[in-house]
């Protein structure tokens, strides 16, 4: 299992971050996937690491996907919600993704 959380660039409002979600749960090895518009971050659970290539190549083409510095991830890490009505609390560790060259 790999948690990470990642920048999204491109959202303009909540259904943007609705689209990303669902975008992204069509990966596969994807488990859960949770967007928060307001914050521009991801935080997505896999079976194993995944390409930053991969979860942009899943996008449509307005949005892209860039890892988080630890510094970044560590100040936007807080209590949220999702888009979709699930809640969680805590902090989310990053976890370096396989980059494609």
Same mark, same amino acid.
């Given at each position: 299992?790999?948690?990470t959380m990642l920048a999204i660039t491109?959202?303009?409002c909540m259904d943007c971050g609705h689209h990303v979600e669902q975008a992204l749960r069509s990966v596969s090895g994807m488990r859960k996937v949770r967007v928060e518009y307001p914050k521009g971050v991801a935080r997505i659970d896999s079976?194993?690491?995944l390409a930053i290539d991969t979860l942009n190549a899943a996008l449509p083409k307005n949005y892209r996907? &860039?890892?988080l510095s630890a510094e970044d991830?560590?100040?936007k890490a807080t209590t949220?919600?999702?888009l979709l009505g &699930?809640?969680?609390a805590?902090?989310?560790v990053p976890v370096p993704v396989q980059r494609s060259r």
């Open positions: 299992m790999s948690e491109g959202m303009t079976e194993f690491p996907i &860039k890892p991830a560590h100040n949220s919600s999702s &699930k809640h969680s805590g902090l989310a």
